[in-house]
C-alpha cells in the first residue's frame, strides 16, 4: 500500500486481452491528463496474462509482463488490480484474493458480478477496499458514477435503456435491411460486433447481468439477474420491423427496471430485459447500432440521459482508468492528501490556454436573405457571398411575401466564421435586401 505522502500508485493488470490492452493505452496516452487531475502519476506495474508472447502493440518499457497473477496480486509495488480475465470462478478467485491481501479491484466482468457480486462486495467491505466496476454497465458512459454521485440525491424511479451494443446492432441492420436475424447476426459475428458464441447477448442475459447492477446502484435493491424476465431478440423478424413502422414505433432490446412505492412507503421493484416497441420520435428510437443509451428518471431531477459506447476496446478502457483514478484518490486521501479538486483539475494544472480566434472556425450555414422580388437579385446575392469567399452549396427562394420581399434561403460550403460574417455583412449592404439576414450555423457533429 502507497503510505502517506505518497505520490504514486502501483497499478497491476490480470488479463492484457482487447479491453486490457485499451487500459494500457489510456494510461499511456493519457498519463498526462491523468496526473494533473490527480496531482500524482498511475504507475502500470505489473500485467500477468497466460498468452506472454502476442504483440499487444503498445511498449511495454519498465512494466513487468509475466504470466504469474499470484505474483502480480502479492506485490507489494500493486496498489490496485484491475481484472479483465472474463468468465467466473478464476476471475472470482484473483478478485478475492487481491481483496483478502488488501489490494483495491477493479473490473470490467459483469457477468462475474451478477453472480458473485454479494461475496465480493462484502469482501471488500471487510477488508476496507474499493471495488471499481463501472465498466461493467454501458462500457464507456459512466452511468454507475452518475447514480452514485450526480443523482445522489434523488429518489430514483425508474431507471430503463439499451444495454446491449450486439443486439442494438443486430435490431438496427435488420429495420435497415430488411434481413432476416440469423442472416445480420452472422454478419455482426464477421464484423467483430458479436461474440462466436452470441447466447449472452442475443438471448438478454448480458443486458439482464447489468440491469441487476443498476437496480442496486438505483433504488438499493438486491436483485439477482435470475429475479429478471429476460427474453431475447432471437425470436424478431422482418415482418416485426415493418410493422412496427407503421405503427410508429422501432424494436429495441430494453432493460427496465422501476420502482413501486406504496402509500406506507413500501417499494417494490418492477424489472424485465425485452424486446419493446418505443415511439419512432423517442430518443432511445434514435440510438442505434453499438451504442447503449440509459435513461434514469429521479424524483427531483426528473428524466436524464447518457449515452454513449456501451462496448470496445478504448470506450470500455476509458470507464475503468476512471475507477482507477478514484480509487487512487481515496487511498491518496487516507494518506493525508487532499478532497477531489472541484475543477477536476488540480488547481496547479489549470492555467491560461489560448481562445481559438472565431475566424478560424469552419463551419457550413444557413442564410436566409429577405430580398426584393426583382430580376438580378440573386445573382447580386450569389456574388455578394463569392467577393467575401463563400461557396454556395444550394439555393432556395420561396413565393414573394407581402410588400414584394421574398426569402432566399442559401445553404453555404464549409468556410470561415470570419468570410461568413464578411459575407453577412456585404449581404446586408445590398439596397436589394430589405431586413437583417439571418444566418444560423449547421453543426455537423451533433
Ligand atoms: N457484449 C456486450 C454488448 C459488450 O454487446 O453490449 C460488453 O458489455
Given amino acids: 500500500m502507497v503510505g502517506s505522502g505518497s505520490r504514486r500508485i502501483g497499478v497491476g493488470l490480470l488479463g492484457f486481452g482487447t479491453i486490457g490492452t485499451g487500459v494500457v493505452k489510456v494510461l499511456q496516452q493519457n498519463a498526462d491528463v491523468i496526473s494533473q487531475r490527480l496531482g500524482f502519476a498511475l504507475e502500470l506495474v505489473r500485467i500477468a496474462d497466460l498468452d506472454t508472447e502476442t504483440d499487444r502493440g503498445v511498449s511495454l518499457d519498465g512494466v513487468r509482463f509475466d504470466s504469474d497473477a499470484a505474483g502480480l496480486i502479492a506485490d507489494p509495488e500493486v496498489d490496485i488490480v484491475v481484472e479483465l480475465i472474463g468468465g467466473y470462478d478464476i476471475a472470482r478467485r484473483f478478485m478475492l484474493d487481491a481483496i483478502s491481501q488488501g489490494k483495491h479491484v477493479v473490473t470490467a466482468n459483469k457477468a462475474l458480478l451478477a453472480l458473485h457480486g454479494k461475496e465480493i462486495f462484502g469482501a471488500a467491505k471487510e477488508a476496507a477496499v474499493g471495488v471499481g466496476f463501472e465498466a461493467a454497465v454501458g462500457g464507456g458512459i459512466p452511468i454507475l458514477r452518475s447514480l452514485r454521485e450526480g443523482l445522489a440525491a434523488n429518489h430514483v424511479e425508474s431507471v430503463l435503456g439499451i444495454l446491449n451494443g450486439t443486439t442494438n446492432y443486430v435490431l438496427t441492420e435488420m429495420e435497415r435491411t430488411g434481413e432476416a436475424f440469423d442472416v445480420v447476426l452472422k454478419r455482426a459475428q464477421e464484423l467483430g460486433y458479436a461474440e462466436a458464441d452470441p447466447t449472452f447477448d442475443v438471448e438478454g442475459i448480458d443486458a439482464a447481468h447489468k440491469l441487476a447492477l443498476l437496480i442496486g446502484m438505483a433504488f438499493g435493491a438486491e436483485l439477482t439477474y435470475e429475479d429478471i424476465p429476460t427474453e431475447g431478440i432471437v425470436r424478431m423478424t422482418p415482418v416485426d420491423f415493418q410493422l412496427a413502422q407503421e405503427f410508429g414505433f422501432r424494436i429495441k432490446l430494453l432493460g427496465i427496471a ?65 475507477d482507477l483514478m478514484e480509487i487512487a484518490r481515496e487511498i491518496q486521501r487516507e494518506g493525508g492528501g487532499g478532497p477531489v479538486s472541484p475543477l477536476s483539475y488540480q488547481a496547479e494544472s489549470i492555467r491560461p490556454k ?63 466564421e470570419g468570410a461568413l460574417r464578411r459575407a453577412l455583412e456585404t449581404l446586408d449592404g445590398l439596397d436589394c435586401v430589405q431586413a437583417p439576414s439571418v444566418q444560423i450555423r449547421i453543426e455537423e457533429d451533433v
Fill in 258 to 322: 422501476k420502482c413501486h412505492r406504496s402509500d406506507d412507503g413500501e417499494e417494490s421493484i418492477e424489472a424485465r430485459v425485452a424486446p419493446a416497441m418505443v415511439p419512432l420520435k423517442s430518443m432511445l428510437a434514435n440510438v442505434d447500432g453499438a451504442m447503449n443509451a440509459v435513461e434514469v428518471k429521479g424524483d427531483a431531477v426528473g428524466p436524464t440521459l447518457y449515452y454513449g459506447a456501451g462496448a470496445g476496446e478504448m470506450p470500455t478502457a476509458s470507464a475503468v482508468v476512471a
Fill in 354 to 416: 489560448a481562445a481559438v480566434s472565431p475566424d478560424e472556425v469552419e463551419g457550413r450555414s444557413y442564410f436566409r436573405v429577405s430580398a426584393q422580388d426583382e430580376p438580378g437579385v440573386l445573382s447580386r446575392i450569389a456574388g455578394a457571398l463569392g467577393e467575401s469567399g463563400v461557396g454556395i452549396e444550394s439555393v432556395i427562394q420561396r413565393r414573394s411575401e407581402q410588400g414584394g420581399m421574398v426569402p432566399v434561403i442559401i445553404l453555404t460550403h464549409p468556410s470561415s
